[in-house]
């Protein structure tokens, strides 16, 4: 599953701690009193709402920075007004995910 994915992918390519979760309430549960550097959001599971969904996880992560994971193509007006950092498209390539991840966070 894509989650298994994820971690595998990010574990492989560099040396990030990954917790993966099925929903968005576990996610905030995840997040409760502790910052990461980064949430990966699937579409998926925001109920039809971006916004929301990535205001709560940025409000239980400390200001954790979200970045949205989509099958559709997005502007890049449409993402800032969900408060997301940037969005990766589905399909990825999961050796690259670390280095996309990077790459919209500034991170050099």
Request: aromatic residues 4%; proline residues 3%; contains cysteine.
């Amino acid at each position: 599953d894509i989650l298994d994915v994820v971690r595998l992918a990010i574990e492989v390519t560099v040396d990030w701690d990954v917790v993966t979760c099925q929903t968005l309430e576990d996610g905030e549960a995840a997040l409760t009193g502790d910052a990461a550097d980064v949430v990966l959001l699937d579409m998926s599971v925001t109920n039809g709402d971006p916004t929301a969904a990535v205001q709560r996880l940025s409000t239980a992560g400390s200001g954790s920075r979200v970045i949205l994971l989509t099958a559709r193509s997005m502007l890049t007006a449409e993402v800032e007004t969900t408060g997301a950092a940037g969005y990766i498209g589905k399909p990825f390539d999961p050796m690259s995910l670390a280095d996309e991840i990077g790459a919209i966070l500034g991170w050099d």
